[in-house]
C-alpha cells in the first residue's frame, strides 16, 4: 500500500503493480463490436451483455471452486459484476421494466455487497506479510475470511445450479431484440451505435466533472473513487462502441485515479481492521501493538488524502476539461 512521495511525483511516476488492485496502466483490450457505424444501439447493447454475462458466469463459477488457491478469483468476479451492472445502466432503458432486468440487478447487488469483506481480507492477508501483521491477527482473517465464503457460495448456487442465469438471459437478450419494434425509445434502439457512444461518454464525463471533490477526507475520496469506477466501466463498454481516441483516453485517466484512490482505500481498511482486530486482543502488549500501528497508519492517511486532492485538481481536472471539450467537438461533427 505505497503512498506517492507528492502528487506531482504521483502523476509522473509510474505506479508500482499492487495485487490488491490488479489494475493495468495501460487501457485494457476490447473487443470491438461497432467500431463501423453499420450497428446499431440495440445490436451492440445485444452483443455486449452476451459477451459480459459469460465472462461473469466463468469468473463466478472459479470464485466458488477456487477461491482459497487463488484470491484474485473474486476480485475478477467483482469486476464482472460491476460491468454488468454498468452495462444495465448504460442501455436499462432498452429494456423498461423488465423482471429480469430487476432481478440481475438484485443478484448482483447481493454479489457485491455478501463479496466486499470478504474481498477486504484477501488483501489484508496479502500484505500481512509486507506490513509485518501479528501472527494471531491474521488467523483471526483466515478464520473470518472461511466464514465469508457461504454467502457468497449461496449466491452462486442461485445464479448457476438452478439455471436462474441462464433463463433470465434468455429473456433480457429477447427484451433487447425486441426494443427496435416497441413504441418506447425506438429512436435510441435505433440509432448509429458509434455516434451514441460519443454523446454518452460526454455525459458521463460532465457527471464526473461536476462531482470532482473538494473536501480531503477519506470519505469524499471515497465516494468519488465509486463514482469513477462506474464511469471506467462504462466508458470501457462505449469504448467498444466506437473506438473513439478521445475515449480510449479517458478510460486511461480514469484508471491513474481509481488506481491512486484505490491504495488510499486499501490503507484505510487496513488501519480500520488492525484497530478492530486490536481491541479483541486479550495480551495487553500486543494490544498496544497493534493499536500504535493502526494509529500510525491513521495519521499516514491524513496526508496522502492531503496530496490525492491536490493532484486531482491540478492535474486530473484539466485533463477532464481538455477531454470534454474534444468530445463535445467531436460530437459535434457526429451529426
Known sequence: MSRPASAAAAAKRPARKSAERQISAKTPKVRVVAAEASLTVWQAARSLLKQELKQFQKHLSKCAKRWQKKPDHLHQTRISARRLQQHLELFGPLLGKNRSLRWLRKQLKSLLKASSPARDLDVLLHHSAAEKTSAA????????????????????????????????????????????????????????????????????????????????????????????????????????????????????????????????????????????????????????????????????????????????????APQLNSLARRLRTASGRRR
Open 137 to 316: 491477527v491474521c488467523r483471526q482473517w483466515r478464520q473470518q475470511r472461511r466464514s465469508l465464503q457461504k454467502p457468497i457460495r449461496e449466491i452462486q448456487q442461485r445464479l448457476i445450479r438452478q439455471d436462474g442465469l441462464k433463463q433470465h438471459r434468455r429473456a433480457l437478450l429477447k427484451a433487447i431484440s425486441q426494443s427496435a419494434s416497441r413504441e418506447s425509445h425506438p429512436a435510441l434502439a435505433n440509432a448509429p451505435a458509434s455516434t451514441w457512444a460519443v454523446e454518452q461518454a460526454t455525459v458521463r464525463l460532465a457527471e464526473l466533472q461536476t462531482a470532482l471533490p473538494t473536501s480531503s477526507s477519506s470519505k469524499a475520496l471515497h465516494r468519488f473513487r465509486l463514482l469513477v469506477k462506474q464511469h471506467r466501466y462504462q466508458a470501457e463498454l462505449l469504448l467498444q462502441l466506437s473506438d473513439d481516441p478521445i475515449i480510449q483516453r479517458l478510460v486511461q485517466c480514469l484508471l491513474q485515479v481509481q488506481k491512486q484512490l484505490g491504495r488510499l482505500q486499501d490503507a484505510v481498511v487496513a488501519a480500520r481492521s488492525l484497530k478492530k482486530a486490536a481491541d479483541g486482543q486479550k495480551k495487553s502488549a500486543g494490544k498496544k501493538n497493534s493499536r500504535q500501528t493502526a494509529s500510525e497508519r491513521t495519521a499516514g492517511i491524513a496526508a496522502q488524502s492531503t496530496r490525492l486532492l491536490t493532484w486531482l485538481q491540478s492535474r486530473i
